[in-house]
C-alpha cells in the first residue's frame, strides 16, 4: 500500500519569505500522481499544485512550486513570497490510477506579519 | 463552473440515529468521493461511485453506505450514529472520462456531523 509523510507538524515562516514543506511517499509505481492540497481554517480542501509522476519539469502554479525527486520518492512544495492567506493546512497527497487519494498528515504552516 | 457543492454544512445528531449528507459535483464530472476528515485518523477514504457504481471503497463499517444518482450526485447514509462518527465529511469530484481516472480530484466545502 501506498503511504505519504510529512515530517513537519508544524512551520512558521515570515510575510514575504520563502518556506519549504516535505513530504515523502512509498510506492512501487512507476506511473501516479502527486498534489498539494490547502485547507484553511475554513476547512475547503483547495488543489495547490499536481505533478505527473512521468513528467520531469517541476510543476510551478504562481508563487508555488515543487521539487520532485522521483528516485528519492519526494515532494516538497516551496512557497515564494509568502502571504498572510497562505495560513493553512498544507496535505500533500497521492493517487495511481482509479485508486483513491492516499494523504498525509498534513503540516500546520502560519505566516507571520 | 460551479464547483463542488455538500449540503447541510453542519449537522448535530444523536446516538443512534441516521443521516444523510449530499453531494453534488462540479458539471460533467462523473467519479464522486468521500472522505473523512477527524483530528486523530487523518483524512480517511470511504468510498467512490462513478456512474451509479461503488468503484472504490475504504475501511468503514457496514453502517457507512453510499449512492450515486444518474446525475452524478451522491448521497452517503451513516446509520445508528456512535460519537466517533464525528468528523469533518468532505466530498470530492473528478472528471473521469470514460472510465478512465482524471487524477485531479476537486473537494466541496465539506460537511461537518457533532453526534451528541
Not at chain 1, 508563487?63 to 525527486?69: D, I, K, Y
Request: hydrophobic share 30%; net charge positive.
Amino acid at each position: 500500500a501506498q503511504t505519504v509523510t510529512q515530517s513537519q507538524p508544524e512551520m512558521s515562516v515570515q510575510e514575504a519569505e520563502t518556506v519549504t514543506l516535505s513530504c515523502t511517499y512509498d510506492t512501487s509505481e512507476n506511473n501516479y500522481y502527486l498534489f498539494w492540497y490547502k485547507q484553511p481554517p475554513s476547512r475547503q480542501m483547495i488543489l495547490v499544485i499536481r505533478q505527473e509522476a512521468y513528467k520531469q519539469q517541476n510543476a510551478t502554479e504562481n508563487r508555488f512550486s515543487v521539487n520532485f525527486q522521483k528516485a528519492a520518492k519526494s515532494f516538497s512544495l516551496k512557497i515564494s513570497d509568502s502571504q498572510l492567506g497562505d495560513t493553512a493546512m498544507y496535505f500533500c497527497a497521492f493517487r495511481r490510477g482509479n485508486t483513491p487519494l492516499v494523504f498525509g498528515k498534513g503540516t500546520r504552516l502560519s505566516v507571520i506579519a | 463552473k460551479a464547483g463542488v457543492t455538500q449540503t447541510p454544512r453542519y449537522l448535530i445528531k444523536t446516538r443512534g440515529q441516521q443521516v444523510t449528507l449530499s453531494c453534488s459535483p462540479i458539471s460533467g464530472h462523473r467519479s464522486v468521493s468521500w472522505y473523512q476528515q477527524t483530528p486523530g485518523q487523518g483524512l480517511q477514504f470511504l468510498f467512490e461511485y462513478f456512474s451509479e457504481t461503488q468503484r472504490n471503497k475504504g475501511n468503514f463499517p457496514g453502517r457507512f453506505s453510499g449512492r450515486q444518482f444518474s446525475n452524478s450526485r451522491s448521497e452517503m447514509n451513516v446509520s445508528t450514529l456512535e460519537l466517533g462518527d464525528s468528523a469533518l465529511y468532505l466530498c470530492a469530484s473528478s472528471f473521469s472520462p470514460g472510465g478512465r481516472s482524471q487524477e485531479t480530484q476537486y473537494f466541496g466545502p465539506g460537511t461537518r456531523l457533532l453526534v451528541l
